[in-house]
């Protein structure tokens, strides 16, 4: 029996020295080991983060002037750890003073702890008074933010874009590069392509708490680090005259340098204001603004029948694959007949005995439907392809389509069809299944001008605080056109005529001479008006491409619009004015 007792005090006292063992080491570790690791998990769980938000980077035109900066925004808040200690008589006397200078109803609820925000987007009036009153509004402050102004409105707003709060989606995909619930991020144009290196870092306190919530001390304070300020392409003054000639018509206006790729101005309309997204948006306001028309679609971006102007192309496979000649005559009676069908020419009393050269001029549709046929989808596909249709350009701008160059194979894989001698006919006109981005056909005509087609683009460069560049821009040739030394002078030359006496006259604009296209493309409802233009036609400095939805006929909507940009800038930009 005393032999059982003596073994059970020894097996009682095994475990204790187990336990005491291992409640030991586990302090040991604990304490000794983890302890700085624990001790700031201990601050972190009583301590609370007040965010100091980073100002944007400055986006600037070609020439300096600030297009989007940034202001400052105040805003009241209310801070319960001082409130809540006062009377009650006391904290109401606070809290109706503050009512009358905000001229809105507070209300506040005694069990709050956090930090409450009363009013936001407070005039600067306002947050003066409050200030002058501090000494008897204790428990009240006045914060500043800054947040995003776009000084021209609405112009060029498809470029810029504008900001709005993070949504789920997008933090679901951004949370492991710092993005946090709250953050306004880019939303489109240049503020969402270069948000990482627009937004900056943002600073802010980290304040230790009590148990209540109650501020004890600022544990560590980060000043606030601005995003990059950004230099692009835009002349802001050409844009505002672009605007203005675009006026209220839906449609897009491309503004290009025919020799660098550089986007000189690009509208897009109907458009919004990016001011409006800077404050919470009043219900139903969204609603009203995202309506029917589209104003978020970028149209410069968006693909289209090119119509009539796309003959350039047509005329390019022609001559250089030795389809025709450039002399070789048609006889255009106001239609052209394909067994049952018969095929209009604009001018219903015809051209008559036309070369191909004159047809591009006159823009007659018989002399390319002709072309069409002769040298079928493929080609003209293929030539297209070497203009650039078909693919992005790869601007630095969302939205951007690729547009559609029409084979055999395309078609039968796409739509289970052959193809049909009538379609090539459409096809050299620029109509049926081919489809453009005002974009592109503003490098298919910067090719004509040059010899070569750029990349375009819009950001030159990106520059931290430091001075030093992030990023830089600069001109790369995206294509050679596929044109010989004598058939892009021939295709000139017409371009030329165009504008001096045929359907493009209504864009002869004098001291700058320009060489250009019409083009009407059929479309459900009315046709879209088309009209392209480089100038002066010796030494391009821009090309200009003007597109109308629904415009009918590009020698008078759209023509109207480049008449008006070329006026401008032979008025403010041109230094040697030519005599005609």
Same mark, same amino acid.
């Given at each position: 029996?005393?032999?059982?007792?003596?073994?059970?005090?020894?097996?009682?006292?095994?475990?204790?020295?187990?336990?005491?063992?291992?409640?030991?080491?586990?302090?040991?570790?604990?304490?000794?080991?983890?302890?700085?690791?624990?001790?700031?998990?201990?601050?972190?769980?009583?301590?609370?983060?007040?965010?100091?938000?980073?100002?944007?980077?400055?986006?600037?035109?070609?020439?300096?002037?600030?297009?989007?900066?940034?202001?400052?925004?105040?805003?009241?808040?209310?801070?319960?750890?001082?409130?809540?200690?006062?009377?009650?008589?006391?904290?109401?006397?606070?809290?109706?003073?503050?009512?009358?200078?905000?001229?809105?109803?507070?209300?506040?609820?005694?069990?709050?702890?956090?930090?409450?925000?009363?009013?936001?987007?407070?005039?600067?009036?306002?947050?003066?008074?409050?200030?002058?009153?501090?000494?008897?509004?204790?428990?009240?402050?006045?914060?500043?933010?800054?947040?995003?102004?776009?000084?021209?409105?609405?112009?060029?707003?498809?470029?810029?874009?504008?900001?709005?709060?993070?949504?789920?989606?997008?933090?679901?995909?951004?949370?492991?590069?710092?993005?946090?619930?709250?953050?306004?991020?880019?939303?489109?144009?240049?503020?969402?392509?270069?948000?990482?290196?627009?937004?900056?870092?943002?600073?802010?306190?980290?304040?230790?708490?009590?148990?209540?919530?109650?501020?004890?001390?600022?544990?560590?304070?980060?000043?606030?680090?601005?995003?990059?300020?950004?230099?692009?392409?835009?002349?802001?003054?050409?844009?505002?005259?672009?605007?203005?000639?675009?006026?209220?018509?839906?449609?897009? &206006?491309?503004?290009?340098?025919?020799?660098?790729?550089?986007?000189?101005?690009?509208?897009?309309?109907?458009?919004?204001?990016?001011?409006?997204?800077?404050?919470?948006?009043?219900?139903?306001?969204?609603?009203?603004?995202?309506?029917?028309?589209?104003?978020?679609?970028?149209?410069?971006?968006?693909?289209?029948?090119?119509?009539?102007?796309?003959?350039? &192309?047509?005329?390019?496979?022609?001559?250089?694959?030795?389809?025709?000649?450039?002399?070789?005559?048609?006889?255009?009676?106001?239609?052209?007949?394909?067994?049952?069908?018969?095929?209009?020419?604009?001018?219903?009393?015809?051209?008559? *005995?036309?070369?191909?050269?004159?047809?591009?001029?006159?823009?007659?549709?018989?002399?390319?439907?002709?072309?069409?046929?002769?040298?079928?989808?493929?080609?003209?596909?293929?030539?297209?392809?070497?203009?650039?249709?078909?693919?992005?350009?790869?601007?630095?701008?969302?939205?951007?389509?690729?547009?559609?160059?029409?084979?055999?194979?395309?078609?039968?894989?796409?739509?289970?069809?052959?193809?049909?001698?009538?379609?090539?006919?459409?096809?050299?006109?620029?109509?049926?299944?081919?489809?453009?981005?005002?974009?592109?056909?503003?490098?298919?005509?910067?090719?004509?001008?040059?010899?070569?087609?750029?990349?375009?683009?819009?950001?030159?460069?990106?520059?931290?605080?430091?001075?030093?560049?992030?990023?830089?821009?600069?001109?790369?040739? *995206?294509?050679?056109?596929?044109?010989?030394?004598?058939?892009?002078?021939?295709?000139?030359?017409?371009?030329?005529?165009?504008?001096?006496?045929?359907?493009?006259?209504?864009?002869?604009?004098?001291?700058?001479?320009?060489?250009?296209?019409?083009?009407?493309?059929?479309?459900?409802?009315?046709?879209?008006?088309?009209?392209?233009?480089?100038?002066?036609?010796?030494?391009?400095?821009?090309?200009?491409?003007?597109?109308?939805?629904?415009?009918?006929?590009?020698?008078?909507?759209?023509?109207?619009?480049?008449?008006?940009?070329?006026?401008?800038?032979?008025?403010?930009?041109?230094?040697?004015?030519?005599?005609?």
């Amino acid at each position: 029996m005393i032999k059982i007792n003596r073994n059970k005090n020894i097996a009682l006292t095994i475990v204790f020295i187990l336990i005491f063992s291992a409640l030991f080491l586990r302090l040991f570790y604990l304490q000794i080991i983890q302890h700085h690791k624990l001790s700031d998990l201990s601050i972190d769980n009583a301590a609370k983060i007040v965010s100091d938000p980073a100002p944007r980077g400055i986006i600037y035109d070609r020439k300096g002037k600030a297009i989007v900066e940034n202001q400052p925004v105040f805003s009241v808040h209310v801070l319960p750890y001082i409130l809540n200690k006062k009377p009650a008589n006391e904290r109401k006397y606070i809290l109706n003073k503050l009512s009358i200078l905000l001229g809105d109803k507070i209300d506040y609820k005694v069990s709050a702890t956090e930090p409450i925000i009363v009013k936001d987007h407070i005039q600067k009036e306002i947050a003066i008074r409050i200030q002058e009153r501090r000494l008897d509004l204790d428990g009240v402050v006045v914060r500043t933010s800054p947040v995003r102004r776009y000084p021209y409105g609405s112009a060029a707003c498809h470029v810029l874009g504008y900001i709005g709060e993070i949504q789920r989606d997008d933090l679901l995909k951004l949370k492991e590069e710092g993005y946090r619930i709250g953050d306004f991020i880019g939303k489109d144009g240049l503020e969402k392509v270069y948000d990482k290196q627009l937004r900056g870092i943002d600073g802010g306190k980290k304040i230790e708490v009590d148990v209540y919530g109650n501020p004890l001390r600022i544990l560590e304070s980060l000043e606030p680090i601005p995003g990059a300020d950004m230099q692009t392409t835009l002349d802001i003054n050409l844009q505002m005259a672009v605007e203005k000639a675009l006026g209220a018509k839906a449609g897009a &206006v491309v503004v290009m340098d025919p020799k660098t790729g550089e986007i000189l101005a690009l509208t897009s309309h109907p458009n919004y204001d990016p001011n409006l997204f800077v404050k919470p948006m009043e219900k139903g306001a969204w609603a009203s603004l995202n309506s029917a028309y589209h104003p978020f679609m970028n149209r410069a971006l968006a693909i289209y029948p090119p119509g009539s102007t796309f003959k350039v &192309v047509t005329l390019t496979a022609a001559l250089e694959g030795n389809f025709a000649k450039s002399q070789e005559m048609f006889n255009c009676p106001g239609y052209y007949r394909i067994n049952n069908r018969i095929a209009k020419c604009w001018k219903e009393t015809g051209h008559w *005995a036309i070369n191909i050269v004159e047809g591009l001029v006159q823009s007659c549709d018989v002399v390319f439907y002709q072309l069409g046929m002769r040298i079928g989808p493929d080609e003209l596909a293929s030539y297209a392809e070497k203009f650039g249709l078909g693919s992005r350009t790869g601007i630095d701008l969302p939205q951007e389509k690729k547009g559609l160059v029409p084979s055999k194979s395309w078609k039968k894989d796409t739509l289970h069809e052959p193809w049909y001698e009538g379609e090539s006919m459409n096809y050299g006109i620029g109509q049926g299944y081919v489809q453009v981005t005002p974009m592109q056909m503003a490098g298919v005509y910067a090719g004509i001008a040059t010899g070569a087609i750029p990349k375009p683009y819009i950001v030159t460069k990106i520059t931290d605080r430091n001075g030093i560049t992030i990023t830089e821009g600069k001109t790369r040739i *995206a294509y050679k056109v596929p044109l010989s030394d004598k058939n892009i002078q021939i295709i000139r030359n017409a371009l030329r005529e165009v504008v001096k006496r045929a359907t493009g006259i209504v864009a002869k604009v004098p001291g700058i001479p320009a060489a250009g296209k019409t083009g009407t493309a059929e479309n459900p409802g009315l046709p879209h008006a088309w009209f392209i233009c480089y100038a002066p036609y010796d030494n391009p400095e821009i090309v200009i491409v003007a597109f109308v939805e629904h415009g009918q006929h590009g020698d008078q909507a759209s023509a109207s619009v480049a008449r008006d940009i070329l006026t401008w800038y032979r008025d403010n930009r041109l230094e040697k004015k030519y005599a005609e």
